[in-house]
């Protein structure tokens, strides 16, 4: 069991805010950096969240390794296309400035990708995704990432969680919001249950040797995760595939790392992180409200359909968080206490007081 | 044990064009459909290849579900998008057109897509991807199917086995080929156990209560597929959710049917098949030989990467259908004997003897 103290939206914007401009972030970016950190944390995503605030961003900016300035550049331009260098700069405002450009152009030319070199963990990969959502548009957004997960056969992690996120807008119904790893869990899930002392179900990892291990500490140490699918029997090859076209389109096609090669956020070079980023607009194809009901009438097809024994609901991706974040957005964003605990400590280093008054707390389990 | 009977790829071929021409298909667009069939057979996918020569296309040409003439309309265009009505045409046909237009106009445009309303089972989903690899480029390749597999906590099949494929050069190393069901494993596969009486293993589908079942029977009676990763335990809402993403490009953004509603083949009516195509000119963001150069070093990464115990080889997706296709130009293509039987009685039936010299024949598994 963890403590979780709840904080209003808007006091923890002002505070990542103010934690990013005194180390020399500029006012708009730090405001898209925090607006994405917490997203992540609204929507219950809280391995992305402010837990990284000073872990990754904060310890980064300070030793060099982000470009508080985020000297974004064109390498490569055409109407429908887009190569950007990140100038090792913020994840979230180079995949930012990344995704507007990809609206922009899709808005002229129907279908806009670009794909970017040289950056940082960009946090949750459905916020640019999500981007396109206002512009009637659908949006994805893939990043590379740290390697964590082992190909099938293989026993060492050469292939980050590589996430794939598809946003696509509906009429009536909450949008359609896939946001996954590409492997079955992300490695803080495997962290939680080594702290918490408990076996991890058979599958979500290997040990190093590359035998499925039920001990998240064999997975932390010398063995990896295991792609979605899992074992061969059960097809994890798929999720390996996917990690790889990830890896390909963020990666390889933007001239960034790839495969092993991409930067651990311990490692104090920069990480050189791809991402990728498409935007389709819809009318460009067909009426936009007949399009829209379409999504309401397959949307509802799901919702509507009979459940498995013991089952009450059949989710659409994404609506369990549009339903926290709106809870959250209420009730206070929960942070752990040790989390808070940490931000008060990085805070105090810079000279940016955590002085936020909490709206509740409350015991919760993390697993 | 089956018996499998080997053929020349070119007699296979010959005689698959006389079949189409005796139903009503121009000779090229006939030759354009047995490529596409022998390439499923050719690659070790049976369950797309001759198999289905009468019993889908055959069938449903002389029914008049599939229009021999394939009248393909354009129903809007830009220069970086299409939306192509396939007029109930062979769906063969109607994506080598697609996909031809798709790398047609991303020769101009960098990038480009097509989706496609009104067609019918296309075959193997790669296919199409791989056209773009003489060009240079990237190729994708989505297409929805009969409903078969079950969204996360449901029990009905609501979603088609919806594959998607990725196709990418490299230099000196085979490309990669991605071609995956977002189901774990497709019908045929739970068709195969039954059959010989074996259970299935647990994970591949579910019985008509929603319980995962290792009896392929009540998989087939009132029961699904279970989408990539299974349960929720493993994350099969992701397969669940991919299976989505590729309805709503193929079917949602055409205007083509989609989930429950796609076609059955046994369905005396139009499948209104819906398909979605994209090809991404690699030159548009990086010099093609740093590209492949990259993807090279991307693909040796995994395969020279130490293998888990028991393991002697980490394949790159498409790999092992590469070389299965060269053995089998070379030694002929196995069909089963019940295969051969019954296109030999369709044969007959229209006028089209299938008078074929085996090369050899031999005792297989197809477990």
Redesign the interface.
């Known amino acids: 069991m963890s403590r979780y103290i709840f904080y209003h939206v808007e006091d923890l914007d002002n505070y990542i805010i103010r934690f990013f401009e005194k180390l020399g972030v500029s006012h708009a970016d730090a405001a898209i950096a925090s607006d994405v950190l917490l997203a992540a944390d609204l929507r219950g995503v809280e391995s992305h969240g402010l837990i990284r605030l000073h872990t990754y961003y904060g310890s980064r900016l300070q030793n060099g390794t982000i470009d508080p300035a985020s000297p974004i550049s064109i390498v490569?331009e055409?109407?429908?296309?887009l190569?950007l260098d990140g100038g090792k700069g913020l994840g979230q405002v180079v995949a930012h400035t990344a995704m507007t450009r990809a609206i922009e152009k899709a808005e002229q030319?129907?279908?806009?990708?670009v794909?970017v070199r040289n950056s940082n963990h960009y946090g949750i990969a459905g916020y640019y995704a999500m981007m396109a959502l206002p512009h009637d548009m659908?949006g994805i957004s893939f990043t590379n990432a740290q390697p964590l997960v082992?190909?099938?056969?293989?026993?060492?992690p050469?292939l980050g969680t590589n996430p794939?996120a598809?946003a696509?807008p509906s009429a009536t119904q909450r949008p359609?919001v896939?946001d996954?790893a590409t492997s079955?869990?992300p490695i803080g899930k495997i962290t939680v249950y080594d702290k918490a002392k408990k076996e991890i179900?058979a599958?979500?990892g290997?040990d190093k040797?590359?035998?499925v291990t039920q001990s998240p500490a064999e997975v932390l140490n010398g063995g990896a995760l295991l792609p979605?699918?899992?074992t061969e029997?059960?097809?994890g090859?798929?999720?390996?595939?996917?990690a790889?076209?990830v890896?390909?389109?963020s990666?390889?096609?933007?001239?960034a790392a790839?495969?092993?090669d991409v930067g651990r956020p311990r490692e104090n070079k920069g990480a050189n992180v791809g991402h990728f980023f498409a935007a389709?607009?819809?009318d460009?194809?067909?009426p936009l409200d007949?399009?829209k009901q379409?999504?309401d009438?397959?949307l509802l097809?799901?919702k509507n359909?009979?459940?498995?024994?013991g089952?009450e609901?059949?989710?659409i991706?994404g609506e369990k968080e549009f339903e926290l974040a709106e809870y959250h957005r209420q009730q206070g964003v929960p942070l752990m206490d040790e989390v808070v605990k940490s931000l008060k400590e990085a805070g105090e280093k810079i000279g940016v007081e955590f002085n936020l008054h909490p709206m509740s707390e409350k015991e919760g389990s993390e697993l």
Chains 1, 2 share one sequence.
Not at 78 to 81: E, F, K, V
Not at 150 to 156: D, E, Q, S, V
Not at 305 to 309: I, L
């Open positions: 490569k055409t109407p429908a296309t190569l030319t129907g279908v806009a990708i794909s659908i082992a190909p099938t056969h293989g026993r060492t050469l794939i598809v696509v359609f896939l996954m079955i869990v179900p599958g979500w290997i040797s590359g035998e979605l699918g899992g029997l059960l097809r090859y798929k999720g390996y595939g996917l790889m076209m890896d390909i389109f990666g390889v096609l933007s001239g790839f495969g092993g389709i607009k819809i460009a194809f067909r007949e399009f379409d999504m009438a397959l097809q799901m359909a009979p459940k498995a024994g089952e609901r059949i989710y991706h």
